[in-house]
Antibody
Framework: QVQLRESGPGLVGPSGTLSLTCVVSGGSFTSPNWWSWVRQGPGKGLEWIGEFYHGGPTTDYNPSLKRRATISLDASKNHLSLNLTSVTAADSAVYYC??????????WGQGIRVTVSS | EIVLTQSPGTLSLSPGERATLSCRASQSVNNHPIVWYQHKPGQPPRPLFSSTSSRATGIPGRFAASGSGTDFTLTISSLEPEDFAVYFCQHYSGSPPMYTFGQGTRLEIK
């Protein structure tokens, strides 16, 4: 059973960089799977941020984030990271680490709430 | 970019009743059909059906997904108390890669 767990600061200052890490158990980020980050802002719907595949490595991002997002893997620690630069209050959200499967997201972490505020 | 529109925004029903939730796509999505999720407060979204309309592990048989082209439906035949939640539909487009969600339908107890 794949389990994902997100970690990182719950508060980021405006114009700063949001940095989150995801750890997987029961699986590996270097397996032949795609992995992704999804977020949900307060009172908003779900938004796909981007995806990562180790065999490349290959990354794809939501164009709406205007190249502010970077997903990377530290294979030595089996950590999948998300960096989001130049954050504003609009980036306040619960961020989920997910595995891609079945045309969508078949495994989700519990999510981590991040607030952008000074 | 495909836009998914869910209706109704809120559905108020009683346990034992039948729920019908709609997800309409702005263009045909037969290449990658719709995925459905159940989302409860404080929990991550839970996949209900994959894009092949296969019921996810542990999802009871009262849940059914149907549709093609631009119109998709999630039906819960007889509501149980634990079914009251927000339901999202989602689509994957491959060129370029993009995952799009509907805005959700809140299923609440009447």
């Amino acid at each position: 059973q794949v389990q994902l767990r997100e970690s990182g600061p719950g508060l980021v200052g405006p114009s700063g960089t949001l940095s989150l890490t995801c750890v997987v158990s029961g699986g590996s980020f270097t397996s032949p799977n795609w992995w992704s980050w999804v977020r949900q802002g307060p009172g908003k719907g779900l938004e796909w941020i981007g995806e990562f595949y180790h065999g490349g490595p290959t990354t794809d991002y939501n164009p709406s984030l205007k190249r502010r997002a970077t997903i990377s893997l530290d294979a030595s620690k089996n950590h999948l990271s998300l960096n989001l630069t130049s954050v504003t209050a609009a980036d306040s959200a619960v961020y989920y680490c997910t595995r891609i499967g079945g045309g969508g997201f078949d495994y989700w972490g519990q999510g981590i709430r991040v607030t952008v505020s000074s | 970019e495909i836009v998914l529109t869910q209706s109704p925004g809120t559905l108020s029903l009683s346990p034992g009743e039948r729920a019908t939730l709609s997800c309409r796509a702005s263009q045909s999505v037969n290449n990658h059909p719709i995925v459905w999720y159940q989302h409860k407060p404080g929990q991550p979204p839970r996949p209900l059906f994959s894009s092949t309309s296969s019921r996810a592990t542990g999802i009871p048989g009262r849940f059914a997904a149907s549709g093609s082209g631009t119109d998709f439906t999630l039906t819960i035949s007889s509501l149980e108390p634990e079914d009251f939640a927000v339901y999202f539909c989602q689509h994957y487009s491959g060129s370029p890669p993009m995952y799009t969600f509907g805005q959700g339908t809140r299923l609440e107890i009447k």
